[in-house]
């Protein structure tokens, strides 16, 4: 299945969870605090569901990172000759 047909499954279920509630609440005849949450969660992932939604459909969001080349060849020594080591002092100074 592709993403979208995967958060049209999503939101299908979310609206028969909305259904059942407004069902259990009629059965019950009293809109308690456990239904009242299971509410709010349900209206939680509705918003999560859009955001990812949203962010399927955005032109321009890129699939993975670039990948860096990482040469194996050692760095040039002379990019080093005016720093001290870190960590271990001057190389005149003995290290703590």
């Known amino acids: ?14 609206d028969d969870l909305s259904r059942a509630l407004s069902r259990l609440e009629q059965q019950t ?7 009242r949450r299971v509410r709010t969660d349900a209206g939680h992932l ?22 860096v080349t990482i040469s194996d060849a050692p760095y040039d020594l002379s990019l080093w000759t005016d720093s001290d080591d870190e960590g ?7 290290a703590p």
């Open 29 to 35: 005849g009293r809109e308690g605090l456990e239904v």
């Open 88 to 94: 271990l002092g001057a190389r005149d100074r003995r």
């Open 46 to 67: 509705r918003e999560s569901v859009a955001l990812l939604r949203a962010a399927a459909t955005a032109p321009d969001a890129p699939k993975r990172p670039d990948l």
């Open 1 to 14: 299945m592709s993403v979208h047909d995967e958060l049209t499954t999503i939101q299908r279920c979310l």
